[in-house]
């Protein structure tokens, strides 16, 4: 019928308005909801419910489940046992409501690793870091100076599942997912590090200034793990660009930077 939306085309009406999860199987007019209606609709609630999986094991309190977040990631010895042990870590209750793990993109023997924050929509539904509208416009960024995830770029993320509602992750969440950050960074061991954005620059180098203070500065970055220091650089987050394009400047010259300085280690 003329001006009726197509199927495909109301779920993506609903993906829009940000509505990304089902809870039932019939949609409610809630505008003539009678005392049948409700009683009709906490039905199909409990019906919903006794249809989901099992309750999964309570999530171990946070002090435990930092202990062992740290034990498992100082034990991986390798990139594919790293994310064998995280897709196993239970004390991030992230996972939950997740789709799946989002663990990271790229050529792993790359000489520059980039860390964002979290997953959102898009990365959660693909499993891959920053395929959604801001990892389009990271993936021009760069580009635009010789970088690619496909020939020379490592991606992840600082949090490996995806906050409900694209939330910003909570200090606990950072917490335990530090861990394993700082682990995945000393395996691939890059020559350069990018933080892609606020939350990452402050969960890394532990501080409280804000990107705008952080960015287009020189850091050096190092674990307990490491050898030695890697160079890190903090970079606006591409969200914020889409947001404010008048920052897209400040992002150019921060890229040169980075490009300038991979030059200069013959890494690019
Ligand atoms: N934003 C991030 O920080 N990481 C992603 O993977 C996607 C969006």
Same mark, same amino acid.
């Given at each position: 019928?003329?001006?009726?939306?197509?199927?495909?085309?109301l779920?993506?009406?609903? %993906?829009?308005?940000?509505?990304?999860?089902?809870l &039932?199987?019939?949609?409610?007019?809630? /505008?003539?909801?009678?005392?049948?209606?409700?009683?009709?609709?906490?039905?199909?609630?409990?019906?919903?419910?006794?249809?989901?999986?099992?309750?999964?094991?309570?999530?171990?309190?946070?002090?435990?489940?930092? &202990?062992?977040?740290?034990?498992?990631?100082?034990?991986?010895?390798?990139?594919?046992?790293?994310?064998?042990?995280?897709?196993? /870590?239970?004390?991030?209750?992230?996972?939950?409501?997740?789709?799946?793990?989002?663990?990271?993109?790229?050529?792993?023997?790359?000489?520059?690793?980039?860390?964002?924050?979290?997953?959102?929509?898009?990365?959660d539904?693909?499993?891959?870091?920053?395929?959604?509208?801001?990892?389009?416009? %990271?993936?021009?960024?760069?580009?635009?100076?010789?970088?690619?995830?496909?020939?020379?770029?490592?991606?992840?993320?600082?949090?490996?599942?995806?906050?409900?509602?694209?939330?910003?992750?909570?200090?606990?969440?950072?917490a335990?997912? %530090?861990?394993?950050?700082?682990r995945?960074?000393?395996?691939?061991?890059?020559?350069?590090?990018?933080?892609?954005?606020g939350?990452?620059?402050?969960?890394?180098?532990?501080?409280?200034n &804000?990107?705008?203070?952080?960015?287009?500065?020189?850091?050096d970055?190092k674990?307990?793990?490491?050898?030695?220091?890697?160079?890190?650089?903090?970079?606006?987050?591409?969200?914020?660009?889409?947001?404010?394009?008048?920052?897209?400047?400040?992002?150019?010259?921060?890229?040169?930077?980075?490009?300038?300085?991979?030059?200069?280690?013959?890494?690019?």
């Amino acid at each position: 019928m003329e001006g009726m939306l197509s199927p495909a085309q109301l779920l993506q009406f609903y %993906l829009d308005c940000g509505v990304d999860e089902l809870l &039932g199987e019939d949609s409610i007019n809630r /505008f003539e909801l009678t005392e049948t209606a409700v009683g009709a609709l906490s039905a199909t609630v409990m019906q919903t419910t006794a249809a989901l999986p099992p309750a999964l094991p309570p999530v171990t309190g946070t002090i435990e489940a930092l &202990g062992d977040a740290r034990e498992r990631a100082r034990g991986a010895a390798s990139l594919d046992e790293l994310r064998a042990c995280l897709e196993d /870590f239970k004390g991030i209750a992230l996972r939950r409501t997740a789709t799946q793990m989002v663990f990271a993109d790229g050529v792993p023997s790359a000489k520059i690793m980039l860390v964002g924050e979290a997953p959102g929509g898009d990365e959660d539904r693909i499993g891959r870091p920053f395929v959604g509208l801001s990892g389009q416009l %990271l993936d021009r960024m760069l580009e635009s100076i010789g970088l690619s995830r496909q020939s020379n770029v490592y991606i992840t993320n600082v949090i490996n599942w995806r906050p409900p509602g694209n939330r910003a992750p909570s200090d606990s969440e950072i917490a335990l997912s %530090l861990p394993f950050i700082e682990r995945h960074i000393e395996l691939v061991n890059p020559s350069l590090l990018v933080f892609v954005g606020g939350v990452a620059a402050k969960a890394l180098l532990q501080t409280s200034n &804000g990107i705008t203070r952080l960015r287009g500065r020189w850091v050096d970055y190092k674990t307990d793990g490491m050898a030695a220091a890697v160079p890190a650089l903090p970079l606006f987050h591409p969200a914020y660009l889409l947001r404010s394009p008048a920052q897209k400047g400040l992002a150019w010259a921060d890229l040169l930077q980075l490009r300038d300085r991979a030059r200069a280690l013959n890494i690019l």
